[in-house]
């Protein structure tokens, strides 16, 4: 059974940092991209940042880039995403995903989601 799960949010200060993961179980992702999505309260899932399968490339939302880094361990099976000055606009609760469009920036880029993980950034 493939079973993708985050960890690390939680509740932080606004200027403060996080660094998420997403453990990857039930086969390999090697070959597979890895995307970041956050979804806040009312508003639809939005892209945040992707990775292709050797680390050659990485993509991000113009709201996170500079802010954001994502990257990942083929042998963990793993994808981080390294978040930095946080803001209040940055709450939202995070999805890992894992799919074979390189380059994805949509929810249908993806095959594989991970249940997702609460982000809180205080003022």
């Known amino acids: 059974q493939v079973k993708l799960v985050e960890s690390g949010g939680g509740l932080v200060q606004a200027g403060g940092s996080l660094r998420l993961s997403c453990a990857a179980s039930?086969?390999?992702?090697?070959?597979?991209?890895w995307g970041w999505f956050r979804q806040a309260p009312g508003k639809e899932r939005e892209f945040v940042a992707g990775?292709?399968?050797?680390?050659?490339?990485?993509h991000y939302a113009d709201s996170v880039k500079g802010q954001f880094t994502i990257s990942r361990d083929n042998v963990k099976n793993m994808v981080f995403l390294q978040m930095n000055n946080l803001k209040p606009e940055d709450s939202a609760v995070y999805y890992c995903a894992a799919g074979v469009v390189a380059g994805g920036r949509t929810i249908l880029d993806y095959n594989f989601w991970g249940q997702g993980i609460h982000v809180t950034v205080s003022s």
């Open positions: 990775i292709s399968w050797n680390r050659a490339n990485t």
């Open positions: 039930g086969r390999s992702f090697n070959t597979y991209a």
